[in-house]
């Protein structure tokens, strides 16, 4: 009886591991419907039209893009700080699930960390439109300035995505494997080919087990302080760049941080509810990660309310004239509807639905975090560009235009990550 019961108990473990098998391999075996190609054939439009416009901008000059002697940073840079800084959340959220062993972390890492590289990768891109001349890029590695905080910025940076790569790819190599069994030959030449080339002749031993747990460890733990470095030394690229006013608060290397694991965590969940709904993971992405996910994003939310408090307060006061000017543009002036509508839509709303157990289910927190990430864009925009349009001789403001070409790169820009993402999943189980 007992042995009928045993037998019984390996057929049903044994069937629960092919139907997550299955599961697991659905986003490459699925035949794209007419909505996906709907999705990808917008996000390529955007993309196509931001290459034709930055071409323009290239033959034409920065001043296609807005920019002039009253506006010398604008949408770019705050484009790039935006898609860098959410890379953070699904990097960190990864990391920190696996130190501290978290089991429901299962579904979540790999999205998540998937997240992380398609946002980085595009991110560190997003900062070449600003580039006067894109084409002497290459002298930062022949000729660096190390006295320029924007070397540091790109080492930084450059060491999170390789660090943030390698995070994802480590993971894989076994279920490489396990997707290479499970398809046979329904995985096609090309993912065989692919898979067989970033297998590294996994076996599954003991030995080989043993060290990639130990390397995936050490790089969760390396990859925290990594990425608190990039948003921090981002930071001091701000406090090092013409002595503008606000850039040089003490309080914005950790509100950079704060900022990037908050609106980070937001696009997880976005990014989570996509794919559950696309490839139909109710049963295995439940309400329960969406709550747990909105718990770690709450105590980010409130941290960067109070630090936001922190940075505006005494400057208000009694603070230098062009950071109280830079505050009452921000407060009262021509940028008031675009900085209150970040205050309720990115920070007082979030917060609330969260908070309350009532609007704790999925719908309610994905439009949280919808808020949260569209609201972050708005309020880097704002960031960048107010102080950037201050005259230090004056005290005036200047303008800074919005045109087809700048537009066309920043939803371009934007458009990138998701269309990134899809690819990565359609090779990746």
């Known amino acids: 009886m007992s042995r009928t019961i045993a037998v019984e108990r390996i057929s049903q473990d044994d069937a629960a591991k092919q139907k997550l098998r299955e599961t697991a391999v659905r986003p490459m075996l699925q035949k794209p419907g007419k909505v996906y190609f709907l999705v990808v054939g917008v996000l390529g439009i955007l993309v196509a039209l931001a290459v034709a416009a930055f071409v323009l901008q290239i033959k034409d000059g920065k001043a296609v893009d807005g920019y002039s002697n009253q506006a010398f940073w604008g949408l770019f840079i705050g484009n790039f700080i935006t898609i860098v800084g959410a890379s953070y959340g699904g990097a960190v959220v990864s990391a920190v699930l696996r130190l501290v062993g978290a089991t429901w972390r299962a579904p979540l890492t790999r999205i998540a960390e998937g997240t992380a590289v398609a946002t980085v990768i595009i991110g560190g891109a997003a900062v070449i439109p600003s580039v006067g001349v894109p084409g002497r890029m290459f002298e930062f590695i022949t000729r660096p300035n190390f006295s320029s905080p924007l070397i540091w910025d790109a080492l ?38 692919l898979w067989r080339w970033l297998g590294c002749r996994w076996q599954g031993s003991k030995a080989q087990k043993r060290v990639l747990n130990r390397m995936i460890g050490i790089l969760a733990i390396g990859i925290i302080p990594i990425a608190v470095s990039v948003h921090s030394v981002l930071a001091w690229a701000f406090a090092n760049t013409s002595f503008r006013p606000w850039w040089s608060e003490e309080l914005w290397a950790p509100l950079f ?173």
């Open 257 to 429: 941080v704060i900022a990037a694991l908050y609106s980070g965590v937001a696009l997880v969940i976005l990014t989570v509810a996509a794919m559950r709904h696309a490839f139909h993971l109710e049963d295995y992405i439940t309400d329960r990660h969406f709550k747990s996910l909105s718990l770690i994003m709450l105590p980010f939310g409130g941290a960067y309310f109070y630090m936001s408090v922190a940075d505006f307060l005494p400057g208000s006061y009694h603070g230098e004239p062009g950071t109280a000017s830079v505050f009452r543009q921000l407060f009262v002036g021509n940028y008031a509807p675009w900085f209150w509508i970040f205050v309720v839509g990115g920070m007082v709303v979030p917060i609330l639905i969260i908070s309350f157990k009532r609007t704790r289910r999925p719908g309610w927190i994905v439009l949280a975090a919808a808020l949260v990430v569209a609201t972050f864009w708005l309020n880097r925009f704002l960031m960048v560009t107010v102080p950037a349009t201050y005259d230090m001789i004056n005290g005036s403001f200047g303008v800074y235009s919005w045109t087809w070409e700048n537009i066309s790169v920043t939803l371009g820009s934007l458009a990138a990550s998701p269309l990134l993402l899809l690819v990565i999943f359609r090779f990746i189980p």
């Open 156 to 193: 930084a940076i450059g060491t999170y995505a390789f660090a943030t790569i390698v995070f994802f790819y480590l993971p894989v190599i076994p279920d490489l494997a396990i997707a290479k069994e499970t398809l046979g030959d329904r995985a096609g030449r090309v993912r065989t080919t």
